[in-house]
């Protein structure tokens, strides 16, 4: 990190707004594993408690990005200063969406609670989720140490993600297609993984960011992407 | 066309003033030391640093300027337009003709308006009558953005304008002479907020015609207004390149620490 500013005060400002994506980020994670708890036992509560507080991320994402704004207009900062406060309102801004996933995913607890569990593909869910959270949680680190190593770590893990998800797309086909009474948790199942999946496209933004602000170019490798579920097929022929 | 390509564009075309291994020395003191530099045609180049880094003082051996400083001299080479302008064959007043400077505070003649516009194309004998000379003072009064503002009073005083004014004033003198390159000492330091805005757009209007090189303390007119951004600091230029790519990203760590504020 370099060294800093003449303005204590605006380093002061840098910090807390850092410090703010911390707990924000902290947050969401948290969220990812109540909402699979909630999921795994059909807790209403825990449910309910999860939407709660995505309300609370969404004031934390507004606040962050207020402030920012507040110090590009007070501090006119340039080089590194500029993108970190640039960056800090998008990651802000993806970290809000990541946890209106997690929400999402608690909200259907609900809907799928009396239906016909399938057991195997909550193990797949499972696993995205402890991905994901794990994710966050590097990527948050790398953000906050300013570790690029790190944030391309986390960059190439979202490939992982797209694999399980891909997994649990064609093992859901095959549900639906035994037995019609799956289809129904089996959407909701889909729709689960696929915003995780998306949580983890956000994830890698996050990472790219944390790469930009520290070199001031754009992270030029090639974006991992698995996700062929598009594309997937069962053949009913066989 | 964007702004990289527009910068990438300026760096095929010939220098206008190109400074080869310039040191400039004021007695012991050694001011500017080993400077190399290419200053494009109409373009805005800004020079930024710290004070004492040497800014201004190599601003001013583009025109000679410290030819009027006895302690100083300088080694190396400046051309303008491939012409050693330290050549002894050079006539300095001539030189200055061409290129131009407007200080840090604005100094009009204690004439009049008009006179002060009139000084220049006078003495060079640009003027063949007095209808041309009425033009050249109409044209800079109206490219310097001024003649709205003077035009019923031309026979007053120049001093008794604002300071904005004064300073556009003296843009007005200078291009009256019609140079190749504009010098500019911090032309904004003692301006108010509105007069800078008036002035940086009109170095915007000017760099269609003229080459302009701007010293400025502040890193946000220097972000403003120019293509390029030179960074001086203790006599050496520590970082050259696109304006955009200096305040976005600059690649030498003592620049980043000056313009982002942080201990130098």
């Known amino acids: 990190m370099s060294q800093n500013h003449i303005l204590s005060s605006f380093d002061e400002e840098l910090n807390d707004l850092r410090a703010q994506i ?26 309910e408690k999860v939407r709660k507080t995505d309300r609370l991320i969404d004031e934390m994402d507004t606040n962050i990005e207020k402030q920012a704004i507040h110090m590009i207009a007070l501090r006119s900062p340039v080089a590194d200063d500029l993108r970190d406060i640039v960056s800090t309102i998008k990651i802000s801004a993806g970290l809000e969406r990541i946890g209106d996933y997690a929400k999402n995913l608690a909200k259907r607890v609900t809907v799928i609670r009396h239906k016909k569990t399938i057991s195997v593909s909550s193990a797949l869910i499972d696993q995205m989720v402890t991905q ?107 | 066309m964007d702004k990289a390509a527009e910068t990438a564009l300026m760096d095929l075309i010939e220098p206008t003033v190109r400074a080869t291994n310039v040191n400039i020395y004021y007695g012991e003191t050694h001011a500017i030391k080993d400077v190399n530099l290419d200053i494009s045609p109409k373009a805005v180049t800004a020079l930024i640093g710290p004070s004492g880094c040497g800014k201004s003082t190599f601003l001013r051996c583009i025109n000679r300027m410290n030819d009027t400083i006895p302690s100083c001299h300088m080694t190396g080479k400046v051309t303008l337009d491939g012409q050693d302008i330290y050549d002894k064959k050079i006539d300095v007043v001539q030189l ?11 100094n009009p003649f204690p004439k009049s308006i008009y006179d002060n516009v009139a000084y220049g194309p006078r003495i060079h004998g640009l003027a063949g009558n007095d209808t041309d000379l009425d033009n050249i003072v109409f044209n800079s009064l109206q490219k310097s953005g001024l003649w709205e503002e003077v035009k ?60 302009i090189v701007i010293v400025t303390h502040s890193m946000q007119q220097a972000a403003r207004v120019s293509q390029k951004t030179a960074f001086f600091h203790m006599g050496k230029i520590l970082e050259f390149g696109d304006t955009s790519e200096i305040f976005t990203n600059p690649k030498v760590e003592k620049t980043k620490d000056y313009i982002t504020g942080r201990y130098g």
Not at chain 1, 40 to 45: G, R, S
Not at chain 1, 171 to 191: G, S, W
Not at chain 2, 96 to 106: H, L, N
Request: proline share 4%; charged share 25%; hydrophobic share 40%.
């Open chain 1, 22 to 47: 911390v707990t924000m980020g902290r947050l969401v994670e948290e969220q990812y594993k109540n909402s699979l708890q909630a999921l795994k036992t059909k807790d209403k509560e825990l449910a």
């Open chain 2, 152 to 211: 019923d009073r031309l026979d007053t005083p120049g001093t008794a304008l604002s300071g904005g004014q004064q300073q556009r004033l003296c843009i007005a003198r200078t291009i009256a002479i019609n140079p190749e390159v504009i010098l500019m000492d911090e032309p904004c330091s003692a301006l108010d907020p509105i007069a800078t805005a008036i002035i940086e757009e009109l170095i915007t209007e000017l760099k269609e015609r003229f080459t």
């Open chain 2, 96 to 106: 200055r003709a061409r290129v131009g400077m407007v200080f840090q505070k604005p």
């Open chain 1, 132 to 238: 994901i959270v794990s994710m966050i949680s590097d990527v948050i680190d790398a953000y906050i140490s300013r570790d690029i190593e790190k944030a391309i770590d986390v960059w190439r893990r979202d490939q992982m993600v797209d694999n399980l998800y891909n997994s649990l797309f064609r093992e859901m086909l095959t549900y639906m297609m035994e037995n019609p009474q799956y289809i129904t948790p089996a959407t909701h199942l889909l729709f689960i993984a696929k915003n995780i999946e998306r949580a983890g496209d956000h994830a890698t933004n996050i990472a790219e960011l944390v790469y930009y602000i520290n070199e001031g170019e754009l992270l030029a490798l090639k974006r991992p992407k698995n996700d062929s579920s598009n594309y997937a097929d069962i053949n009913t022929e066989e």
